[in-house]
């Protein structure tokens, strides 16, 4: 046998080529246009023993440098405790399905309702399903929940401050539903409440869906917003960072009939792009039309407390016609992890989290701002942990917003935020982000562009000249914090004057 992993043999191979009438392997690609065929071996290494295979990628694993990663928009890194990992990766959590059997499912069928009773009281609500798949889905069907419970009522207003791609998923819900999605107008980075008045007072509107913080990390102030929609007839849907709920006001102090949102800043880490979780919580009297499932306790033969499967209104469980939905169940280890974070945490932790994020994000604003190349794009509005900054340095200087944050990510390994248009960029700070990393970033942030800004090296010596000559370098890169300040104030005053004294 030529490859160990190959269960075929050169006679398993021939007969089955004989079966599809031909003589060679390379005729089942016939077909494919000569010019689109690989006529070479693969790039590959060799084959590695186990030891050798661990040392590559230990070698590898030292190779890369993680930096700081201040990219939000929908999904943000936070600490994950020890704890959580060495409780998750345990068989009897890791490995389970669907808990139907109760009588052999007690451990998941508790942690579920445990999680319930945490998202519940998070978001100030009376009840929560098992969780969803991700932020998105978890608010589309929010709306199918509201529609559903409308009385025929087909139209769904969303905030334009939402995030996009939340937005995206929930139109493409609507379309397939016959469900029509009418926006609020955005005013000065919040949800222009006026606008929202004169489109209920049209009628027929089932819901209104907000966010909270918005997309570009504003906190809105939603005072009255849940009377002018239920007057309307209407059920409010508040789109949440569960996390920021540790210091925020819940869905359920503002008024909201459904709370959604993404719980994947409740300790999970990014992983490269997933898995996520959803959440959807809501009132006793929206329950039979929530998705999902519910865990519920009870009592067994013995008046034992014990846990069970309730509610289920999904297709595969009744007839399908009358389920409220079709989303599947979603990896609930994932709802563990959240479990696990929360009750590790608690109120007190999840506080300080916060507090330390807000700190960091207020600091680095004003750190970045000083500098002379951006500004906030919603300078007074209140945000917890993520801002939108303005890039005004290009006419300046001559060097892009995207040619600043690749090099930054390619050379310094600073992921610096995310560019959501040509000149915007949305920052978010972790709480694992200290003063002194925020101070770093700003130094070698100011290097880069410094020496970044020519592309030839004797317009970059005179760069160099002109800014030795207006500013002390020796200081600027000081470990002392006020001459660090002093060289950041320099050198926005600096590029202010185009660069020239």
Not at 92 to 112: D, H, N, R, V, W
Not at 125 to 142: F, G, K, L, Q, R
Not at 272 to 286: D, R, Y
């Amino acid at each position: 046998m030529a490859y160990k992993y190959f269960p075929h043999t050169p006679d398993d191979i021939q007969l089955m080529l004989e079966r599809c009438g031909m003589t060679r392997l390379d005729e089942l690609y016939s077909d494919i246009p000569a010019n689109l065929q690989l006529k070479r071996d693969y790039k590959l290494p060799e084959q590695m023993s186990d030891p050798e295979l661990e040392e590559k990628f230990n070698d590898l694993a030292c190779e890369i440098d993680t930096g700081d990663n201040l990219l939000g928009a929908g999904y943000y890194e936070h600490y994950t405790p020890a704890a959580i990992k060495a409780l998750t990766s345990r068989s009897e959590f890791l490995t389970s399905y669907t808990p139907y059997q109760a009588e052999i499912s007690q451990g998941t069928l508790q942690y579920i309702f445990e999680y319930q009773s945490m998202m519940a009281e998070l978001t100030g609500m009376e009840v929560s399903n098992a969780s969803m798949y991700d932020c998105a889905t978890a608010t589309a069907e929010a709306m199918l929940m509201a529609v559903a419970a409308g009385k025929k009522r087909k139209r769904v207003l969303v905030s334009e401050t939402l995030s996009p791609q939340v937005t995206g998923v929930v139109l493409t819900y609507a379309r397939f539903h016959g469900i029509d999605v009418d926006f609020i107008y955005m005013n000065d980075g919040v949800t222009d409440l006026n606008h929202m008045r004169d489109v209920l007072a049209e009628g027929d509107v089932a819901a209104v869906i907000l966010a909270s913080p918005n997309y570009y990390g504003i906190v809105e102030d939603y005072t009255g917003v849940a009377d002018m929609v239920h007057e309307a007839k209407a059920l409010l849907i508040m789109n949440c960072n569960a996390s920021t709920l540790g210091v925020l006001k819940s869905p359920g102090e503002w008024g909201a009939d459904i709370a959604c949102g993404e719980a994947q800043s409740l300790g999970i880490p990014l992983s490269f792009g997933g898995p996520g979780l959803g959440f959807l919580c809501t009132s006793k009297k929206l329950i039979r039309k929530m998705p999902g499932r519910i865990v519920g306790a009870t009592t067994d033969a013995d008046g034992k407390r014990a846990f069970v499967l309730t509610l289920q209104a999904r297709e595969q469980h009744i007839r399908r016609e009358k389920a409220t939905s079709n989303i599947c169940s979603n990896q609930s280890l994932m709802a563990l992890h959240a479990t696990i974070y929360l009750a590790l945490m608690g109120a007190k932790g999840l506080r300080e989290v916060n507090e330390l994020s807000f700190s960091a994000a207020h600091y680095l604003a004003k750190r970045l701002v000083e500098t002379g190349l951006f500004r906030l794009e919603y300078p007074n509005r209140p945000f917890v942990n993520e801002f939108l900054l303005r890039y005004i340095g290009e006419e300046e200087i001559g060097v892009s917003l995207e040619k600043i944050v690749t090099y930054l990510a390619k050379t310094d390994a600073y992921n610096l935020g995310v560019i959501i248009d040509t000149d915007l960029l949305l920052v978010y700070t972790p709480e694992t982000i200290s003063k002194e990393d925020i101070d770093l970033l700003m130094n070698t942030l100011i290097t880069d562009v410094r020496f970044e800004l020519f592309n030839d090296d004797e317009d970059a010596d005179d760069y160099d000249n002109e800014f030795d000559d207006y500013a002390d370098e020796d200081s600027f890169f000081d470990d002392n914090d006020d001459d660090n300040q002093k060289g950041i104030n320099l050198f926005g005053e600096f590029l202010k004057k185009g660069g020239k004294r």
